[in-house]
């Protein structure tokens, strides 16, 4: 970390970028008479684009070296550099070591008083032996192999350092030089960093493809001047408010003013940019809240599996202790749940409150699809669904739901959504044929497709064509995907037509009328509803009436009850058969009774008789008595 006037490189743009980098760094406070002045030059070989250079009045860099002699010395590994008089007070204050073919810099001696030196297109790859030239204004390294920047501590008076074309990675060591103007880097090998002072940064011809690889210059409050020209970015459509956006503060990008037209439409831009990540990340935490009740919602169905496995496992163990009737159903079977144990995942579950993802269902519509995940959802079928909304849906998808909870709401299925042709089912415990029976009561159906995931009734190897025969009305298009075609209808037909056969037989006959009943309903159903229509709707609608009344008897007659319905038929059957238990019970008492009443009479009878005849004779033995009190007795009863 450089401290100061310069900080050390960010590493968050190493990794993809060769940035040559030009810095021009110009501070207010120093004297007009002492800067030092540039101009560019055309000559674009040592940079691409542009190159900043002294605007020497004299040239001496290409015939100077011929005055110069470098002696070697025994004493030391460096070469010695020595001028001749004419030489020094010829270019007192400068050198040129262009081109020598030099591998280190040279030990100068008696040379103190330089202001300029050169030292381009050698092979010099660490700066040395330059530590005594405390004057030294500007220090031309060009085109060397330098490596890193060092031995410049001293030299507090360097206002102008050029380094370009070498081997740097990253600016450093340059804390002591409090009055550099102008840093030279460009065709290096390094990092872009934010420069506090910065005010001019060429970046031209360097390979930038991203503009994260240079954001971190975002932060740099002193940039006036940039320019990207030659790289890849710059040839990108979002370029130029990408980088305005970015660097407010910039008064020129590609060695062109930016005007207030440019900054309003970056502006502009930079609005709708922010509002498209503002979307973009509401987007994302919907999403992921979605990833996460799903999951939720997973969780809770994979316990309530275990319950019931668990609960199936005890009441097999209880039949076969107890010998009970295998036909006999307990109603409490899907309530008598265990209470949950075992810890949770941790990371779920600190995701779940960190989104306050607690919801053991999710209701989602996206395009002509409603997707229902968990039995929770079930309910939203009860709300009030816009006409565009509701008529839009065409595809209903149920996910970790019992089966025998999406019967009870599929009348309001074909109520809410008339257009729905495509139904979906994963984890919804399809364990038989005769659950798809109960399909049957909807509106339409073109296509089914049952996930094998949950639904175990997918290894039947005939199911498919048990639901074409039952769902024959319907035409059905597709089967998890796959056309269905005439020969698989026959087959179908040829498979389970028996056994519509068969059911029907043995079908009561008030049952039979009961769904002769319900067609002709229908069918009288569909007449009303086609009055008052155009004839094209009617039209439209004649094939759908048709799916439904087409539904003959025989096939009728294999429905499905659920579970629930199931056991409350029992409850029902159970409270009947006790109520004429005890009605049969308590006539066998009264019967009981009066037989021994009457038993019981038979032996009495004679003595009672005989008694009942004396006590008649007794009483009229005396007529006129007898008579009297008879009379007597009706006296007193008026």
């Known amino acids: 970390m450089i401290p100061g006037k310069y900080r050390s490189v960010s590493g968050r743009a190493a990794n993809n970028v060769n940035c040559g980098l030009h810095l021009v760094i110009q501070t207010s406070s120093l004297p007009e008479k002492n800067k030092v002045e540039f101009k560019l030059n055309k000559d674009t070989s040592s940079f691409p684009g542009r190159l900043l250079q002294h605007d020497l009045e004299r040239n001496y860099s290409s015939r100077q070296g011929d005055h110069i002699n470098l002696v070697s010395s025994s004493l030391s590994s460096f070469p010695i550099l020595q001028r001749s008089s004419e030489e020094k007070i010829l270019y007192s204050d400068r050198l040129s070591l262009e081109r020598q073919k030099l591998t280190v810099c040279p030990i100068i001696n008696g040379e103190d008083h330089l202001r300029l030196l050169n030292f381009q297109h050698n092979f010099i790859t660490r700066i040395q032996n330059i530590s005594n030239l405390q004057k030294l204004i500007s220090l031309d390294l060009y085109d060397n192999q330098i490596e890193e920047i060092s031995g410049l501590s001293t030299l507090r008076c360097l206002r102008v350092l050029l380094l370009g074309k070498n081997r740097i990675k990253k600016i450093s060591n340059l804390e002591n030089l409090k009055s550099l103007d102008v840093l030279d880097l460009h065709g290096n090998q390094r990092d872009v960093d934010n420069l506090p002072c910065l005010q001019h940064l060429f970046l031209s011809f360097n390979n930038i493809s991203s503009f994260d690889s240079v954001s971190c210059l975002a932060d740099s409050s002193s940039l006036s001047d940039i320019t990207f020209d030659g790289n890849p970015i710059a040839q990108e459509s979002w370029y130029k408010h990408t980088v305005l956006q970015n660097m407010m503060q910039l008064r020129q990008l590609d060695m062109k003013r930016i005007t207030e037209e440019e900054r309003r439409m970056a502006s502009v831009l930079a609005k709708k940019e922010e509002e498209k990540k503002r979307e973009s990340h509401k987007q994302s935490l919907l999403k992921e809240k979605k990833r996460l009740t799903i999951n939720n919602v997973a969780r809770q169905w994979d316990l309530q599996q275990q319950r019931v496995a668990n609960i199936a496992t005890n009441e097999d163990r209880k039949d076969s202790d107890s010998a009970q009737d295998p036909c006999q159903i307990d109603g409490s079977t899907l309530s008598a749940f265990p209470e949950e144990t075992g810890p949770l995942d941790s990371g779920l579950n600190n995701a779940l409150q960190g989104l306050s993802v607690i919801d053991t269902y999710l209701v989602e519509v996206d395009g002509d699809t409603l997707s229902l995940y968990g039995s929770g959802a079930l309910e939203s079928l009860d709300r009030n669904w816009s006409v565009q909304t509701a008529g839009m849906i065409t595809t209903v998808s149920f996910t970790f739901i019992e089966f025998d909870e999406i019967v009870h709401v599929l009348p309001k299925l074909k109520?809410?959504?008339?257009?729905?042709?495509?139904?979906?089912?994963?984890?919804?415990?399809?364990?038989?044929?005769?659950?798809?029976?109960?399909?049957?009561?909807?509106?339409?159906?073109?296509?089914?497709?049952?996930?094998?995931?949950?639904?175990?009734?997918?290894?039947?190897?005939?199911?498919?064509?048990?639901?074409?025969?039952?769902?024959?009305?319907?035409?059905?298009?597709?089967?998890?995907?796959?056309?269905?075609?005439?020969?698989d209808m026959i087959m179908a037909e040829r498979l389970f037509g028996i056994l519509a056969h068969v059911a029907s037989s043995e079908l009561p006959q008030y049952r039979l009328i009961s769904i002769l009943g319900d067609a002709r309903k229908k069918q009288f159903r569909y007449l009303l509803e086609s009055k008052g229509k155009k004839p094209g709707i009617i039209n439209e609608e004649n094939n759908d009436s048709k799916r439904l009344v087409g539904e003959n008897t025989n096939r009728a007659t294999l429905n499905y009850t659920t579970r629930d319905f199931y056991n409350e038929k029992l409850e029902e059957i159970k409270e009947k058969k006790k109520f004429c238990k005890t009605y049969i019970e308590d006539l066998v008492k009264e019967a009981t009774e009066i037989n021994m009443k009457n038993e019981a009479l038979q032996k009495l009878w004679p003595q009672m008789f005989i008694e009942l005849v004396r006590d008649a004779v007794i009483e009229i033995r005396n007529k006129n008595s007898y008579m009297k009190l008879c009379l007597q007795q009706i006296t007193d009863q008026k």
């Open 415 to 487: 109520i809410k959504f008339p257009n729905s042709l495509h139904l979906k089912f994963k984890e919804t415990n399809l364990v038989m044929l005769q659950q798809f029976n109960a399909l049957a009561q909807l509106r339409r159906v073109d296509q089914l497709t049952i996930d094998p995931q949950g639904n175990p009734v997918v290894n039947f190897t005939l199911w498919k064509y048990y639901v074409l025969f039952r769902l024959s009305h319907f035409s059905m298009q597709k089967i998890n995907g796959t056309e269905v075609t005439q020969n």
